[in-house]
């Protein structure tokens, strides 16, 4: 690195390196060295040659907002940057520019990096999503107050160059970007529900940031596929592909019971004879009272309907496949005691827990143990994010929940609270494979074998296969094998939808080598859908299509018609008959 | 234009104008002709000249929800588009083509014409607000919106 620290000794953040301190790493050409201590804007020159994965020059600026009243700019001393009240330490090395940051006798809300590096006029800019994605991932001209989670990819079409920044996955503070005309900043969040947390004595491990450039040999898809392994150094990634079927789209959480799970699982098992690789039937929910997605108690299932979870589970296994299960474990639908329930926005009538209690971390861990010894062998463990928050992931933007509250212990952030919820779940089940959905994909790599990657496919209206399915799976492909395996949500059909549009996402899915979940009424499966439902889960859980899968038209379109699997390519028609449905779904 | 009603004198829509019946007008190069009866994608070819303002040929498929329970599609007789309860009439002219409506003793809810044209995968497009833009929504992305009252391509 072109800048060290005016005075290396002054401080020493060795404890914080054993601690997993975050490091940024920025690719040389996106500023290192001279961008590094430059307040004017930096733009992006064409390179002729590729550059490596590295860590950023120091930011131009470092601003603190300590109580949520606004930014103030820090004063620097070397890699020191300081406020009244606090400090960030940013510490270069191979693995990315460390970002420490401290406030022991105050409270700390927010924290910016602000970089003048900005890029070509023409490049466009994707980003990622906070939880699911809701058919709005796309590559987008400039667009300043554009909230980036986690990572952007700037790609200039006229130059082929991809330029890339992030952080690594499991930071400590929720982190965003934002490019505008005059230069690029990462936005740590630090709050605790929805005021600013109290650290104490102690010193954060916030954020490793990176970065990388690619030439123009290398597609963006590529380049931001190269980019999520390395951000993730060690993904949880089963043995072999996950892949079954799933209630959910024609059941709905109504009308079905345990004869009917074990007709679902008699279907996959038929339709994934003589594959290897056993398929999951995964019980969505309804096999427990009350709402559609109801919170717990977790203890038994509903007792008319499924009145022995254990033995349906070893039934399942009996016909030929793994069998999994839904559950929401941080709401209750029975609340016991009201001090368990966490302060914030709440609507529903399934009420959230506080999920830094530790009363109810053991409740959580306790579910998931119990689950998982009845024999389920996959738990698709859901609304996590919404109960934690209040908020779906399409209304968050800059602010993951509602301002002033907080969870009772107020000395975490966020994001430490999540991962910690993530870890408990990981301990309490052991090699059960874990399916997040509404869960923070970044921070949940390395922790969830498997990762609902967008918002809900449908039994009702294709519209919202082809907005929600195609698109997640076309923008976090990049993420599938490196954080996680990327589940675009299932394949479903019922007569509500057409067969002539839902096979070709079944077909999509399946050649793509993501995980394929199929949602279909075996009752009303005909012997043609039948034959199609054999070979999309006999491709799937082979892998896919060998050579690898990438949407050819994603620059331009929310839902890529044009896809390269090995060396085909095969073009969709998602549009029905008066095109698009552009309806709220 | 290339497709002229069968029998322009079947009915007559005086009265719908009067009321204020709507017109479309897309340029030439947006397919006219060639693109008026077709089924499959056009897509819009580079041309060297701008073309003047005029009126797109027929759509391809004309469709009516009359009580909000979903689309059906009309069936076509020269500019005449009928469903079960109502019909669509399409007249091209100088001014655009007029787009007139009735459905004399039925509900109304929505009418969709969709034309086989297509872009180029590198376009930008930006349509108009309902009423005023927000969020940033008034921009050239090649998000999937809803484009009011206009439709803009560079």
Not at chain 1, 90 to 99: D, E, F, K, N, T
Not at chain 1, 178 to 183: H, P, R
Request: hydrophobic share 40%; net charge neutral.
């Amino acid at each position: 690195m072109s800048d060290q620290p005016e005075n290396p000794a002054r401080r020493k953040f060795l404890g914080n390196v054993a601690l997993g301190v975050g490091a940024i790493a920025l690719s040389p050409s996106m500023g290192t060295g001279s961008v590094g201590t430059a307040s004017e804007r930096h733009s992006i020159q064409e390179p002729s040659v590729e550059t490596p994965l590295g860590a950023p020059g120091l930011p131009a600026r470092v601003l603190i907002d300590h109580d949520g009243s606004g930014l103030t700019e820090t004063r620097r001393q070397g890699t020191r940057y300081t406020s009244a009240q606090g400090a960030v330490e940013l510490l270069a090395g191979a693995g990315g520019l460390v970002v420490s940051v401290e406030a022991p006798s105050a409270q700390l809300n927010r924290v910016v990096l602000r970089w003048p590096t900005t890029y070509a006029q023409t490049a466009l800019y994707l980003g990622d999503a906070w939880e699911r994605g809701y058919g709005d991932l796309q590559w987008r001209s400039l667009q300043p107050e554009r909230v980036m989670p986690w990572y952007f990819a700037a790609h200039d079409p006229a130059s082929g160059r991809t330029s890339l920044m992030g952080v690594m996955t499991q930071p400590s503070a929720l982190c965003f970007w934002t490019v505008d005309a005059a230069g690029t900043s990462l936005w740590l969040d630090f709050r605790n529900g929805g005021s600013p947390c109290r650290p104490g004595d102690r010193v954060i491990a916030a954020a490793t940031v990176v970065s990388l450039t690619t030439g123009k040999t290398v597609t963006p898809f590529a380049a931001l596929s190269r980019f999520c392994k390395q951000l993730c150094p060690a993904p949880r990634l089963a043995a072999a592909p996950i892949c079954g079927n799933n209630n959910w789209y024609y059941a709905y959480g109504k009308g079905f019971d345990a004869d009917a799970m074990r007709r679902d699982a008699a279907f996959l098992s038929e339709i994934s004879a003589g594959h290897t690789t056993r398929p999951y039937c995964v019980i969505d929910a309804g096999w427990t009272p009350g709402s559609s997605a109801p919170g717990g108690p977790w203890t038994a299932g509903d007792a008319k309907r499924f009145p022995d979870m254990p033995r349906l589970a070893a039934d399942m296994k009996t016909l030929g496949v793994r069998p999994g299960i839904w559950m929401r474990p941080t709401a209750l639908r029975i609340v016991d005691d009201p001090r368990r329930l966490r302060a914030g926005p709440s609507q529903g009538e399934d009420k959230p827990l506080d999920i830094t209690r530790p009363e109810n971390i053991q409740l959580i861990h306790d579910d998931l143990a119990r689950v998982s010894s009845w024999g389920y062998e996959l738990i698709k463990h859901d609304f996590s994010t919404y109960d934690a928050f209040g908020r779906w992931g399409s209304q968050m933007g800059a602010e993951l929940t509602d301002s002033r509250w907080s969870f009772a212990d107020q000395s975490l952030t966020n994001a430490e609270i999540i991962v910690r919820l993530y870890r408990t779940m990981r301990d309490a089940v052991g090699d059960v494979v874990l399916l997040g959905c509404n869960t923070i994909g970044h921070l949940a790599a390395g922790l969830f074998e498997i990762q609902r990657t967008g918002d809900d496919t449908s039994g009702h209206d294709w519209e919202r296969t082809r907005r929600m399915g195609v698109n997640t799976l076309a923008f976090r492909l990049p993420q599938h094998n490196a954080f996680f395996s990327s589940d675009a949500d299932c394949a479903a059909h019922t007569a509500a939808t057409p067969w002539e549009l839902d096979k070709q996402f079944l077909d999509l899915v399946a050649r793509s080598g993501t995980a394929l979940f199929i949602s279909v009424d075996p009752r009303n499966v005909t012997v043609e859908q039948k034959a199609a439902y054999r070979a999309a889960m006999m491709l799937a859980l082979s892998g896919g299509v060998p050579g690898g899968c990438e949407p050819l038209d994603w620059l331009h379109s929310t839902a890529p018609r044009v896809w390269r699997f090995g060396k085909q390519r095969v073009t969709y028609h998602w549009e029905e008959a008066g095109g698009t449905n552009p309806m709220r779904i | 234009m290339s497709d002229q009603p069968e029998s322009p004198a079947r009915r007559k829509f005086v009265s719908n104008v009067a009321l204020g019946v709507g017109a479309i007008a897309l340029s030439p190069a947006l397919g006219t002709g060639s693109v008026a009866a077709a089924s499959e994608p056009h897509a819009i070819e580079e041309s060297s000249v701008e073309t003047p303002l005029g009126a797109p040929g027929l759509p391809a498929r004309v469709l009516i929800d009359h009580d909000g329970s979903g689309l059906t599609e009309t069936r076509r007789q020269g500019t005449r588009y009928t469903s079960a309860q109502g019909a669509v009439e399409l007249l091209a002219g100088a001014g655009g083509l007029v787009v007139s409506v009735t459905a004399p003793s039925a509900q109304l809810n929505r009418v969709v014409l969709r034309w086989p044209t297509t872009y180029a995968q590198t376009a930008l497009y930006l349509g108009d607000a309902w009423e005023r833009g927000s969020r940033a929504e008034s921009t050239w992305p090649a998000r999937e919106t809803v484009c009011a009252w206009i439709a803009g391509m560079p």
